[in-house]
């Protein structure tokens, strides 16, 4: 969630709804989350003031909101409130804590079989009350689907129509995502039926279960497939297929109706606690009292300073290095969507009493609660305790430790070694770079600038040498990147080599930097001297090379080799056998980028995910050889760019969007998160050792 900016209103409805940050924002408006005046968590999408002046545009969205304040069922988030003819125009619905389906899918991959059935009925439950109200979703796609603790629940509906006819689509644009979209929307050759929605079901299941039924290229290519050829359902289980397959007819006569689709399903529900994969379920956010609060009780649960929602004190839960952000995969957009695809944020939403649910629909409870219930003894046993860093005032720990006691070692202190950081001193990041480098101490709360800002330089991605008394950094001008060095307190600057830019890796002797250069058009491994700035070529693939890093022991760096479009994966190349083809460590599938080493050469931390989709980047710490891959920071926001610190106890990294990042830190053992960055700053790119 991002903070409320400039204009944006602070309440809606004559007070009833506190707006307390940024969800999302679409070719609708703005979906904020707000507080009613109980503090119970709502979603309020707010319309674009344009949109109101739109012939009928107020007429369709008060039938819209109409229709869906009809919907009920147990998958959806109901409309609780609008005003379609405020100044703006407004409604609310409940907030659905949880992730994102397309941030579930990125996780995990492809669902099991069982987890894969209890999605696919929750998704027809709630396309059949949807329909049974008199809506079309018209943009059922992963992003509008929350995954929630007891299933799927289908957000954005019953609000696309209003946009009929408006500028936004007279131009022959769409409402609607490319890839989801129905053979009829696409040729404009027949009604928008509820059809639309079943198919656009059978696309979602069918990459649920690891599989693009039209391919994966270009949006014309896979639109003349919607329109002409039939799907691929290899990945889909033999069991569902049939039922898949029919809701991806072209004729939209032939597609089941969610009723009829139901009737298909044999539901298996998974053993154990929940209907999901482990990995899966740690993106779920831990639960919160559902009691309201008591002025005993204090405020209730709300936005930290952060304007992340928390229930404290526990932490958050689900939401390169290089200068320029990396390409993504293309979202190409016909149209506006449904108008809102809010980014999920753990905030309570209540469900139905457990003697108005079917066995089906029954929450399962998960070790989650048991931890919560734990974590509330020891506050309320005063075991557990609050110690941030510096002033609270301006803290924005999510997480605590625990107290000393004799049933464990102390909590790990805060490094008292100085981390170096890139300082933005003027807005701009990453189009318009206005970096330099700077040092922030343990001790003091604003950092220093190293070295005087460069008429036209960019001055990022600095890396501390091993005897910590110089550093690297990778600077840009007109006239082109290079790898420069300067001691450690910012004198006798001196350029090394050229480079193709993105972050360089000291040798463990410090005579070496492992860096990234240009070849035949493929960014390559070199390693230069730092004495003269001989280079040596260290591989000669075909696919792109990033994100270098030296191992303690130097028999290896790692980087990240492109393995498909749109993913890397971390490798080792052996510097003293440049022939050998790199070793492949992770296998996932989201992108794996950032590796760092642990001081002790174990584990590496790295950044997972990509930027802008599903959980945007989080922080995951993997052993040397693939095994034991795990969260360290998982939350609806944008991690990246982890450092050790020197005893290898504290990871610190980047939180927040290109535009306004700030350096947080962790101990490695998942507690005592906490910002560094003071909100007058921004900073990026901060290495420790």
Known sequence: MKPLESGDPTSLGEGRYRLVGRLGQGGMGVVYLGRSQSGRAVAVKVVRPELSTEPGFRRRFADEVAAARRVGGFHTAPVVDADPDGN??????????????????????????????????????????????????????????????????????????????????????????????????????????????????????????????????????????????????????????????????????????????LATLTVRHPDGDSWLPDAATRLLPPPEPTAPPTAADGPPAGPGPSGTPQALPAADTDPPGVVEPRPEQARTVTGPSAGFSPAPVPVPVPVPAPEAQTVAERPRRRRAVVAAALVVSLVAAGLFVWQPWHDSSKDNSKGGSATPTDSGPEPASFPTEPLLVRQDTAPGWPGTCHGVIARRDAATEKPVQLIAAAAGACDTLPQWSPDRRSFAFTRSTPE???????????????????????????????????????????????????????????????????????????????????????????????????????????????????????PDGATFAYTAGTYGTGTQGDIRLVDADGSDDRDLVATSAHEMDPTWSADGTWVAFVRGPYEKPAVWAVRTDRTGEQALTTEESAEGHPAWR
């Open 88 to 261: 703006p125009a407004w409604l609310v619905t409940a907030f659905v804590p949880g992730p994102t389906l397309q941030a579930v899918l990125a996780r995990v991959g492809a669902l099991p079989p069982d987890t894969l059935t209890v999605l696919a009925a929750g998704l027809a439950e709630a396309l059949e009350a949807i329909h049974r109200a008199g809506v079309i979703h018209r943009d059922l796609k992963p992003a509008n689907i929350i995954v929630a603790e007891d299933g799927p629940r289908v957000i954005d509906f019953g609000i696309a129509r209003a946009l009929d006819g408006t500028a936004l689509t007279q131009t022959g644009l769409q409402v609607g995502t490319p890839g989801f979209l129905a053979p009829e929307q696409l040729t404009g050759g027949g009604a928008v039926t509820p059809a639309v929605d079943m198919f656009a079901l059978g696309v979602v299941l069918t990459q649920a279960a690891g599989g693009a039924p039209f391919g994966d290229g270009p949006s014309a290519a896979r639109h003349y497939k919607v329109v002409y050829e039939e799907p691929d359902l290899s990945a889909v289980p033999s069991e569902l297929r049939e039922a898949i397959g029919s809701c991806l007819s072209k004729d939209p006569a032939a597609r089941p109706t969610p009723t009829a689709f």
């Open 480 to 598: 082109g990147t290079a790898v420069w060095t300067a001691n450690a307190d910012g004198s006798n600057a001196r350029r090394i080599t050229s480079i193709a830019g993105g972050r360089v890796s000291w040798s463990p002797d410090g005579s070496r930097l492992a860096v990234l250069r240009m070849k035949d058009g493929v960014q390559q491994l070199f390693v230069v001297g730092v004495a003269d700035g001989s280079a040596r070529q260290l591989t000669s693939g075909k696919g792109q090379v990033e994100d270098p890093a030296w191992s303690p022991d130097g028999k290896s760096i790692a980087v990240c080799l492109q393995t498909e479009p749109e993913n890397w994966q971390i490798h080792l190349v052996d510097p003293a056998a440049p022939n050998q083809a790199p070793r492949q460590v992770t296998r996932l599938p989201h992108p794996a980028l950032d590796p760092v080493w642990s």
